[in-house]
């Protein structure tokens, strides 16, 4: 079955230090795969996203994600963590068939201490 | 701001009632997707429209139900409310076709007392 595993509830970095959020899928076939933010009381907002082509892509707020095939992976990192990174973060992916359904994870919660 | 509206923003029930959520996507998103966020459930599909016709469905229950309306709007339904119902509910569009991004709504806070 399709799926997508956040291995961590929580997360937490000093400001400053580099930081990554886990994100596997489990897949048949070729998947888009997305990171989104959550703040307090909001809706979620989209980062990134991996579709094709150069496997580190860059998103907003100087997040940036590596996609693995491999491992079919989908690591979302940020090289100097701020505190105002602290959020739930969601990995996603979508299956472009018939049915493009959206799976997200369950959410990581990212703490960046001060 | 997405785009993407979500009315009521909150709303508090008694048990066994019933409630409609609506959602107005982005202009011109074909596509509406309607998620439940609980605390200890993460963030669960329900069901998806494309132009008005159902397209998928995921853990939603058979007393839920939703639709979308021929000017693209779509409402969830949801009826003979447990207290376990309580939870954020999000609806997300996306373009068709697209680069495959979802744009979130504010969400509807329900509690069912």
């Known amino acids: 079955a399709q799926s997508v595993a956040q291995p961590e509830d929580q997360v937490n970095v000093a400001e400053g230090n580099p930081l990554t959020v886990k994100c596997t899928y489990s897949?048949?076939?070729?998947?888009?795969l997305f990171w989104y933010v959550q703040y307090p009381n909001r809706g979620l907002q989209f980062l990134l996203k991996?579709?094709?082509?150069?496997?580190l892509v860059k998103g907003s707020y100087g997040f940036e994600a590596e996609f693995n095939k491999s491992q079919t992976s989908f690591h979302l990192k940020k090289p100097s963590a701020l505190v105002s990174d602290s959020a739930l973060y969601f990995c996603?992916?979508?299956?472009?068939?018939?049915?493009?359904?959206?799976?997200f994870g369950k959410g990581t919660r990212l703490h960046i201490l001060p | 701001d997405s785009g993407v509206t979500q009315t009521p923003k909150h709303l508090i029930t008694a048990t066994g009632q019933r409630v409609t959520l609506r959602c107005s996507p982005r202009?011109?998103?074909?596509?509406v997707y309607w998620y439940q966020q609980s605390l200890d459930q993460g963030l669960q599909f329900l069901i998806q429209?494309?132009?008005?016709?159902?397209?998928a469905k995921g853990n939603i229950l058979e007393r839920f139900s939703a639709q979308q309306f021929p000017d693209l709007h779509s409402e969830l339904n949801l009826s003979s409310l447990e207290l376990g119902d309580s939870a954020l509910y999000f609806c997300?569009?996306?373009?068709?076709?697209?680069?495959?991004?979802?744009?979130f709504g504010e969400g509807s806070r329900l509690t069912v007392l």
């Open positions: 429209y494309y132009n008005g016709e159902e397209r």
């Open positions: 897949v048949s076939g070729n998947p888009y």
């Open positions: 996603a992916c979508l299956w472009m068939n018939r049915d493009d359904k959206i799976i």
């Open positions: 991996y579709i094709t082509g150069d496997n």
């Open positions: 202009s011109g998103d074909l596509s």
């Open positions: 997300a569009s996306k373009e068709d076709p697209g680069g495959g991004e979802l744009f």
